[in-house]
């Protein structure tokens, strides 16, 4: 599963010679630490089409901490300078994922990010770098056909096993690829920079990496914010119940919309008519119901994807299954040809809580409109696997509290109030902002500027400021497109390529 993810974050510095940076209100440099020697040179950074001063480099940090004769892996770090020339304390920006980079000043850093703050980017380990947690098996998991059966769930989980052994064989450890080791890389890229304090924003999975930097060092935050924040215990684990909720919230904005209610009364039950009949071929497309399940949970996180994914099972209701079929091979696209499965699983299953608990038994529930696919295929896998995990909540427990002052923003009630409910009392300095009905990557595409303005003001001043957010407009349920007239343009445009023959 690759969970969509957006961020922004930013840093200050000084350069002081061509390998050594001292943040601002820094009267002293810490010293670095001998186990984490950085290297760094100046050079320019592309940011958006536009290029700014910085520095890149890398940091060699150990494998497992606990040992001194431990593997070393090398991780890529990039500053862009600020361009004020008394800049405040800089921000480090935790991408979401997992299996994402955290490198990539390119498309997440832009000019007005900088204008008092460093930005800096840390890589991930086991994702950036070397090594990195690649391997075969890992590859073939999330081809598996109609996995979410448990006979294929329990084969996945063998698979999961086998690499995860005969990577440790050829001298890669998984267990030491966790948040836990990604915060401490962090915490270690800060000292050796030199910041006193550092702001950290993130997005998604990124966000649970910086929750477990203001348990695990609070002492080193200036501020953090976290958007569409996944918590750091039991990652992607959504019930089919909240899942649910999601979708009886659509279905109330879709009755109260005349034009899409003329379409069929009730949304949620055309869905749930669909599935009951859905073939499993299509025209000579094959349509696999695990794919179809995985890849509507996925659209959930976007409106214009919400109304194709409604247009898809309508269509189907009427017994025209293509776009429903476009959708299966859809997945193969979007998470078959994913190559950092090692990496997805590795940090994943770093937050969980319980590892005995049975999951697929939890994740069980018939009368569900999809039930919880994403959660059912990672934490399936991970219980029928014997992966090695350092839990996040074996050292910060979901009883401990972050004393930073931290600004958390969601797209939807629904998930703000779930995620508050459960985690609000772990900060003494919270405060929260929900949207209305916005998907987990609408509160950028419908949001934009408004909410770096409440990212850079929040980061500055500590003042949370909606004032330049705006309204959003009322859910427009038309598609803009079918999946089937999306996959028809595809096929016309790669017909159009000249042959490499």
Same mark, same amino acid.
């Given at each position: 599963?690759r969970y ?8 200050i510095w000084?350069v002081i010679?061509p390998n050594r940076i001292v /943040?601002a209100?820094?009267?002293?440099p810490?010293?670095?630490?001998r186990?984490?020697?950085?290297t760094?040179?100046e050079?320019?950074i592309n ?11 890398k940091l060699v940090?150990?494998?497992?901490r ?9 991780l890529p770090?990039v500053?862009v300078?600020?361009?004020s020339?008394s800049a405040?304390?800089?921000v480090? *920006? ?5 299996g994402g ?7 997440r850093?832009?000019e ?7 930005v800096? $980017?840390?890589?991930?380990r ?7 947690l690649?391997h075969p +098996?890992f590859?073939?998991i999330?081809?598996t056909?109609?996995m979410?059966s448990?006979p ?9 096993t086998?690499a995860v052994?005969?990577?440790k064989?050829?001298g890669?450890?998984v267990? $030491?690829?966790?948040?836990?080791n990604?915060?401490?890389?962090i ?5 050796a920079?030199?910041y ?6 993130g ?5 649970a990496?910086v929750?477990t930097?203001?348990?695990?060092y609070p002492? $080193?935050v200036?501020?953090?914010?976290m958007i ?5 215990y039991?990652?992607a684990?959504?019930k089919?119940r ?5 979708f009886?919230?659509?279905n109330?904005?879709?009755k ?15 869905i749930?008519?669909?599935l009951k009949?859905?073939p499993r *071929? ?11 399940r ?7 996180y976007?409106r214009?994807?919400v109304?194709m994914l ?6 189907a209701e009427?017994g ?5 079929a476009?959708?299966?091979?859809m997945?193969d696209q979007?998470l078959?040809?994913?190559?950092n499965?090692?990496d997805?699983?590795a940090k994943?299953?770093s937050?969980v809580t319980?590892?005995?608990r049975d ?6 529930d018939?009368?569900?409109v999809i039930g919880?696919p994403m959660?059912? +295929? ?5 219980q029928h696997?014997?992966?090695p ?10 009883t ?10 969601y797209?939807s ?7 508050r409910?459960r ?5 003494t300095?919270? *405060?929260w902002?929900?949207f209305?009905?916005?998907g $987990?990557m609408?509160v950028?595409?419908l949001?934009?500027?408004g909410m770096?303005?409440?990212?850079h ?5 500590g003042?949370v ?7 959003? /407009? ?5 598609p803009q497109?079918?999946f089937y *007239?999306?996959f028809?343009q ?5 017909a ?6």
């Amino acid at each position: 599963m690759r969970y969509r993810y957006v961020y922004i974050i930013v840093l200050i510095w000084g350069v002081i010679g061509p390998n050594r940076i001292v /943040g601002a209100r820094v009267t002293s440099p810490e010293k670095p630490l001998r186990s984490t020697p950085l290297t760094m040179s100046e050079t320019r950074i592309n940011c958006k089409g536009k290029e700014f001063a910085g520095l890149r480099g890398k940091l060699v940090v150990l494998e497992d901490r606990s040992r001194t004769d431990s593997k070393k892996i090398e991780l890529p770090i990039v500053v862009v300078k600020a361009l004020s020339p008394s800049a405040d304390y800089p921000v480090f *920006q935790c991408a979401g994922g997992p299996g994402g980079t955290n490198i990539g000043p390119e498309q997440r850093i832009g000019e007005e990010d900088l204008q008092n703050h460093d930005v800096v $980017h840390v890589g991930y380990r086991g994702i950036d770098g070397v090594p990195n947690l690649k391997h075969p +098996m890992f590859d073939e998991i999330l081809k598996t056909p109609e996995m979410l059966s448990k006979p294929n769930l329990k084969e996945m989980g063998i698979k999961a096993t086998k690499a995860v052994r005969e990577l440790k064989a050829a001298g890669v450890n998984v267990e $030491h690829y966790n948040i836990l080791n990604v915060v401490d890389d962090i915490e270690a890229a800060r000292a050796a920079l030199g910041y006193e304090k550092i702001n950290l924003t993130g997005g998604s999975y990124g966000g649970a990496v910086v929750l477990t930097y203001c348990l695990r060092y609070p002492e $080193h935050v200036h501020r953090a914010v976290m958007i569409e924040a996944a918590f750091p215990y039991d990652i992607a684990f959504d019930k089919p119940r909240n899942v649910d909720r999601r979708f009886e919230r659509l279905n109330e904005l879709w009755k109260s919309d005349p034009k899409a209610a003329a379409r069929t009364p009730d949304i949620v039950q055309t869905i749930k008519n669909a599935l009951k009949k859905m073939p499993r *071929q299509w025209q000579g497309m094959p349509v696999d119901p695990s794919k179809v399940r995985i890849v509507t949970y996925l659209g959930l996180y976007e409106r214009a994807y919400v109304n194709m994914l409604f247009d898809a099972y309508i269509a189907a209701e009427k017994g025209d299954f293509s776009s429903i079929a476009v959708m299966s091979l859809m997945y193969d696209q979007l998470l078959g040809s994913f190559e950092n499965v090692g990496d997805l699983l590795a940090k994943t299953y770093s937050s969980v809580t319980d590892p005995r608990r049975d999951f697929v038994a939890e994740l069980e529930d018939p009368d569900s409109v999809i039930g919880s696919p994403m959660a059912l +295929m990672a934490w399936g896998v991970f219980q029928h696997s014997e992966w090695p995990v350092k839990p996040v909540s074996a050292e910060h427990p979901p009883t401990q509290k972050s004393p930073v002052e931290t600004l958390i923003i969601y797209g939807s009630r629904e998930a703000g109030e779930t995620f508050r409910d459960r985690y609000g009392n772990m900060f003494t300095e919270a *405060q929260w902002v929900m949207f209305d009905d916005l998907g $987990h990557m609408d509160v950028w595409n419908l949001v934009g500027e408004g909410m770096k303005h409440l990212i850079h003001r929040f980061v500055d001043e500590g003042v949370v400021d909606t004032s330049e957010i705006g309204t959003v /407009g009322k859910w427009d349920f038309t598609p803009q497109m079918t999946f089937y *007239q999306m996959f028809q343009q595809m096929a016309s445009q790669a017909a159009d390529q000249p042959s490499n023959k």
